[in-house]
């Protein structure tokens, strides 16, 4: 069973711009989570979607969304890129939401903003 | 606030040690408790999780307890090789469904 994958793996943008994420899920599973990691917060949860909803939010602004399409694939968009915004962004999915099945991660983006 | 501490946050031993890695979670009423792995620059590699009824799940030579009355969960690698370096993290599943992670222990296993 193939795991779930994250395209672009790297990405470089400029303050100011707008960037999309993508996920795939592992086949089968319905939720899709997004986390972003950096070395001064850690690991910090985005939000879920389950079955193209969105179930749960973090504490981000809203310049971080997502969606997720019937196929369970996710997007994530970040608009008006922050230098700050540079992190590695993960996504997890799971058979079931509420992150109460076990999460199956991806290998990530690395977002550098300049 | 769901807050999770992990110690030691770095640690070195010689290959063939039995380790004990803890994860402190502040926040009692928890749904589980996963443990993972990463390894330099890539995603998180699942290694066990364990539901709020259960005190322990094993996988191969790792171990995993959980005592939510103490607010606490511990990850035993039984007979460390060098291919267990990497950094260890845990995280709980709180009330609010989100889960909070600890900043992990960066373990070295030296030949």
């Known amino acids: 069973k193939a795991g779930v994958t994250q395209t672009p793996r790297y990405l470089i943008k400029t303050r100011g711009q707008q960037v999309t994420l993508s996920c795939s899920p592992i086949s089968g599973h319905r939720s899709v989570s997004w986390y972003q990691q950096t070395p001064g917060q850690g690991l910090q949860f985005l939000f879920e979607y389950f079955s193209e909803t969105q179930r749960n939010k973090g504490n981000f602004p809203g310049r971080f969304s997502g969606r997720q399409f019937s196929n369970s694939r996710s997007e994530m968009n970040v608009s008006t890129l922050e230098l700050g915004d540079s992190a590695l962004y993960l996504c997890?999915?799971?058979w079931g939401g509420g992150g109460t099945y076990e999460q199956y991660f991806g290998p990530g983006t690395r977002l550098t903003v300049t | 606030k769901q807050e999770v501490t992990q110690i030691p946050a770095a640690l070195s031993v010689p290959e063939g040690e039995n380790l004990v890695l803890n994860c402190s979670f502040t926040d009692s009423a928890i749904y589980n408790l996963q443990w993972f792995r990463q390894d330099p620059g890539k995603g998180l590699t699942s290694l066990l999780l364990?539901?709020?009824?259960?005190r322990e799940q094993t996988s191969g030579r790792l171990n995993a307890s959980l005592d939510k009355s103490s607010g606490r969960s511990t990850l035993y690698i039984a007979a460390s090789q060098p291919g267990d370096s990497a950094t260890y993290l845990c995280?709980?599943?709180?009330?609010?469904?989100?889960?909070?992670f600890g900043r992990g222990t960066s373990l070295i296993v030296h030949p």
């Open positions: 997890a999915s799971s």
């Open positions: 364990i539901q709020s009824s259960q």
């Open positions: 995280a709980a599943l709180g009330g609010s469904y989100i889960p909070t």
